[in-house]
Nanobody, 113 residues
Framework: QVQLVESGGGSVQPGGSLRLSCAAS????????MGWYRQAPGKERELVAR???????NYADSVKGRFTISRDNAKNTVYLQMNSLKPEDTAVYYC???????WGQGTQVTVSS
């Protein structure tokens, strides 16, 4: 049975940093592209960053140079390091296991002074 458990969200001032983690159970992590998406109030869910099984990455233009996605296959965990956070980064962040189109429950990130 697959489960994705996100952690690391919270509140931070503009310019601050957070690191999100997504721990996966089950047998699909090592063979799946993993992604982080976010959804702000009143907006559609959007891709933030994605990492392939060979650690190829792509990012939304809005986060390039500020966010870094990485994965540890030994720990079945994907990370999102978020630096230089802006108020417009405020959203619920979701982990996504692409192989079976499975979503985590989401973690709230709030950037505010």
């Amino acid at each position: 049975q697959v489960q994705l458990v996100e952690s690391g969200g919270g509140s931070v001032q503009p310019g601050g940093s957070l690191r999100l983690s997504c721990a996966a159970s089950g047998n699909f992590f090592s063979i799946s592209t993993m992604g982080w998406y976010r959804q702000a109030p009143g907006k559609e869910r959007e891709l933030v960053a994605r990492i392939t099984t060979r650690s190829g990455t792509n990012y939304a233009d809005s986060v390039k140079g500020r966010f870094t996605i990485s994965r540890d296959n030994a720990k079945n965990t994907v990370y999102l390091q978020m630096n230089s956070l802006k108020p417009e980064d405020t959203a619920v962040y979701y982990c996504h296991l692409a192989f079976i189109n499975y979503w985590g429950q989401g973690t709230q990130v709030t950037v505010s002074s």
